[in-house]
């Protein structure tokens, strides 16, 4: 007959720790550490007991233990994977996951599993990170996807789907909508005397005047080349016209080769629509078709659009 094993706490790896039932007189006095603790702390078994568990812990987990911990004990019986902070003998501090249970009868005791958690820590630590990349990388690859190159203005994907939204609000609070197209005049004429990194030089420089003049409200956006195109919610016709007229003067103070940049403009509203046709497709096409009758007309003008 093999001479049978007595297994004790002393043998297993976790920390096992042993206090008072908390209803009881001097509850978080420590009455019992296995040689686990012994080692997790770094300090002698013998020197644990009679300290208090309080000590031990940092005051962020003091707080924890007695709002969350200790109440859940004393209600369920028993407590599982909570995280707290424990300081070592060397002044460390050492995330803990704790499982304690409370043993029944007038001498009840809670006994304490604790398992060092440095590394399990680390890794949740490290999954933050990762995720807090990742949103940012799905952010920056979003931002791409809605924003124009060149000019840091939205694209026209993103200037139609704005439009979508703005025009359903315009249809539900019976407000008017205006979309204004804007194209550069003779803008190949720059390229091939300026050069292509000139052209880009200017279609800068032509964004960033649009911007600065657009409201916070408004979506000004490039189309595609050199044509641009504002959507304008809460804005009538005539309104739009208005600020047609002094996107032409804005414009004029940008120089090529000494002479004033100049645009041609197209301007359609809402307000002209039947509730059906009224769809930013419809009103797109209608100022765009204005803009090439003022290219016709002689450029560096604006028009309306003929609904
Ligand atoms: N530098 C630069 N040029 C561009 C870009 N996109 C389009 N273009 C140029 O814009 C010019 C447009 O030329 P056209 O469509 O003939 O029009 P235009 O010369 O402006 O003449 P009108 O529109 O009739 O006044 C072409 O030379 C295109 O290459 C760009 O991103 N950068």
Known sequence: MPQQKHWGPDDFPCACLVTASPDKQGGQQLLFANAGAAKLLGIASEALVGRKLTELLTPASNIMLDTYLLPLLLHEGECDEVMLDIKTAEGQTIPVVINASLTAGDQGHICWSLFGATRRNQLDQELVKARRQLESYSEQLYQLSVTDELTGLVNRRQLKRRAEQLLAQAKRSKSPISVVVLDIDKFKQVNDTQGHLAGDEILKR?????????????????????????????TCEADAVILARRLHALVGEIQVAGQPLTISIGVASSERLEEEVNAYETLFELADRAMYEAKMAGRNQTLVARY
């Open 206 to 234: 032509l964004a960033a005047v649009l911007r600065a003049h657009a409201r916070e409200s408004d979506v000004v956006g490039r189309y595609g080349g050199e044509e641009f195109s504002f959507v304008l919610p809460d």
